[in-house]
């Protein structure tokens, strides 16, 4: 295994929509996976897509840590897990606010709008069907994950630039709101 280079926010490789993985149980896609779930670890990060590590296919790994987990039984924590050449589907119109930060932009985050429930398809190394219905933030990391296949990056979703800026600003700026 290895820790591989995360592509930052101004490559092109980010930008463009991505290539289906033509077979998800290839030695070639294991290792990518197997890797990608440990950059994603050491980062620390709780998702990571292919093109962020240069490789332009529809594919990404992600985690619900439990302190990120919600209530709702579809929001519950979630281990490591892959999705290969996925589907999705937001339900509703209803769209949530949520921080967002992602590993190509590294020291930001911003509000972002998302869907709070999504429905969604793809396959794992063994050729697995996964389909899950899921809400919360489990579905707000699938939302931004499955962008990064389609060169959609969550800068290019913010709707309030003011909810915009370096996690050290923010973080000092909350903790002088709660004093
Ligand atoms: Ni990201």
Known sequence: ????????????????????????????????????????ADAPGVGLAAPQVFQPLRLFVFRVPGDRSGVDPDDSPVGNAVLINPELELIGDDRTLGWEGCLSIPGMRAAIPRAKRVRYRGVDCDGNVVTREVSGFHARVVQHEYDHLDGILYTMRVTDFSLFGFNEELNKAAEDAAR
């Open 1 to 40: 295994m290895a820790i591989l280079k995360i592509a930052r926010m101004g490559h092109p490789v980010l930008l463009r929509r991505c290539d289906p993985v033509p077979d998800p149980g290839a030695p070639e896609i294991r290792r990518l996976v197997a890797d990608m779930m440990e950059t994603m």
